[in-house]
């Protein structure tokens, strides 16, 4: 028996994907949806409503009147906007527990989403396209897979290290070797049994391969990017995330010195404290 | 003790004797400590990139995020409530790689170097250090004994 199959079997006790977030996702796959449908979805839950009501009246929003209605809110911000707040708050249910397996502490991995998140925004504006919520999402959920596999890879904890200390693998090779899966192939399987739309799936499946944008969709390439910088900058990199390889000449097939990312490393990180203090994250906390 | 945390790009300088300086996440990040044992002063910065001017307004902003506003700004602060440089201990920890063999994510190597260049240029030694590999570093330092500790993930705390 593959060491994988255990694994595999244990996906069906992942707490569900929230389908409020997954509908508001699939209708924003038509740009031109209308509000009004948006509105439909979410007004029927109510925890979600709220707190979107209340992030819209914190004063980082700076709106000068009081917004009382989810119809007012999505008038502020936006049917792009709206579905942003929606997909990080839905992902903070599934990102928020400590990973032992991976050394991550409480909410740790959910900044290191909401980072990465961030970050492809950033990166977006950078190769000159306009901001993209499924590349957000996608980049959100990214490391979705380790809240499965942690219990694995807590298990082989030490094998799992020792591979990335002596035999120069990355920490997803070894993961690969030791336990027969990683977090990306197994993440990308279970946004395939949430239904999660397809562009997201591969932006989770692949943000570890060696892609390039000439060949590959821009989405795919900046996520894996985004995950590459932010676990160089120590957001979320736990015991073993510095050990990841990252796609060879990328960055000379963008065309970027390291000049390019320093400032977008520099322009995310501003950001990031805006968006920190919105969800009510300490700011000088544990990154 | 009470922990007062150091966040990315952020600094803090402290003579309370009860007090730790903690910095978590120095990846290609760097950590700088400085302490004087005479006037218990201890300060701690986390710096993120070498060179303000990358983005001067935000170097003003925030001046923690770059080495060349960051630590003069630590030293300033520091001496203004007692470190005299001759004395200080200085604590180097951070500047990580990723497994990167283009060099195109060397923000840790070029961090670090602008960090030796400016503490050189003003005459200032590295007492002890932790830096480069790939790993994922804590640093601590205790303001009433000056002790400074490293932390990396599955290994003990390691005096410096």
């Not at chain 1, 929606?86 to 909410?107: H, I, K, N, Q, S």
């Not at chain 1, 676990?231 to 979320?236: D, P, T």
């Not at chain 1, 050990?243 to 995310?268: E, I, K």
């Not at chain 2, 920890?93 to 030796?116: C, E, H, P, T, W």
Request: proline share 6%; net charge neutral.
């Amino acid at each position: 028996m593959s060491p994988a199959e255990p694994i595999l079997e244990a996906m069906d006790k992942v707490k569900p994907f929230p389908q409020v977030v997954l509908k508001a996702l699939n209708l924003l796959q038509d740009p031109e949806v209308p509000a009004s449908k948006l509105l439909e979805v979410i007004q029927y839950d109510p925890v979600i409503t709220l707190r979107l009501l209340q992030v819209c009246n914190s004063a980082l929003f700076g709106f000068r009147r009081r917004v009382e209605s989810l119809q007012q809110a999505l008038v502020l911000l936006g049917n792009q906007g709206m579905v942003r707040l929606l997909v990080t708050f839905g992902a903070l249910e599934l990102l928020r527990d400590p990973l032992p397996g991976y050394g991550l502490e409480r909410e740790e991995l959910w900044h290191h989403s909401v980072a990465c998140a961030t970050l492809t925004q950033t990166l977006l504006r950078q190769v000159k396209h306009p901001e993209d919520t499924m590349v957000f999402t996608g980049a959100l959920l990214h490391d979705v897979g380790k809240i499965l596999l942690n219990e694995y890879a807590g298990k082989k904890y030490l094998e799992i290290n020792l591979l990335v200390a002596e035999k120069d693998l990355s920490a997803l090779e070894a993961e690969k070797e030791v336990l027969g899966i990683d977090h990306a192939e197994l993440g990308g399987l279970l946004g395939e049994r949430w239904n999660l739309p397809p562009g997201i799936v591969s932006m989770i499946a692949r943000h570890h391969e060696p892609v390039h944008p000439g060949k590959d969709p821009m989405a795919v390439c900046l996520v894996h990017l985004a995950n590459i910088v932010c676990v160089q900058m120590g957001i979320g990199a736990g015991a073993r995330g510095l050990a990841s390889r990252p796609a060879p000449d990328l960055l000379l097939a963008l065309g970027w010195s390291p000049r390019t990312l320093d400032a977008c490393v520099s322009d995310c990180w501003c950001e990031l404290e805006r968006i920190r203090t919105l969800i009510g994250i300490p700011q000088n906390g544990r990154a | 003790m009470r922990q007062r945390i150091v966040g990315i790009a952020d600094m803090q300088v402290s003579t309370e004797d009860s007090e730790v300086l903690v910095t978590y996440s120095l990846g290609s990040c760097i950590g700088l400590a400085i302490y004087d044992p005479e006037a218990r002063v201890g300060g701690l910065l986390h710096f993120m990139l070498p060179d303000s001017s990358l983005d001067p307004s935000k170097a003003r902003q925030k001046p923690g995020m770059f080495a060349d506003t960051g630590v003069p700004l630590l030293f300033k602060t520091a001496y203004t409530m007692g470190l005299q440089k001759q004395r200080a201990r200085v604590i180097v920890v951070g500047g990580a790689q990723i497994l990167d063999d283009s060099g195109y994510f060397n923000i840790g190597k070029r961090n670090y170097a602008m960090l030796r260049k400016i503490l050189w240029r003003n005459n200032v030694l590295i007492d002890a250090e932790d830096v480069g590999g790939n790993l994922n570093r804590t640093l601590y330092l205790e303001v009433g004994t000056g002790r400074a500790w490293v932390k990396t993930p599955g290994q003990e705390m390691r005096e410096l």
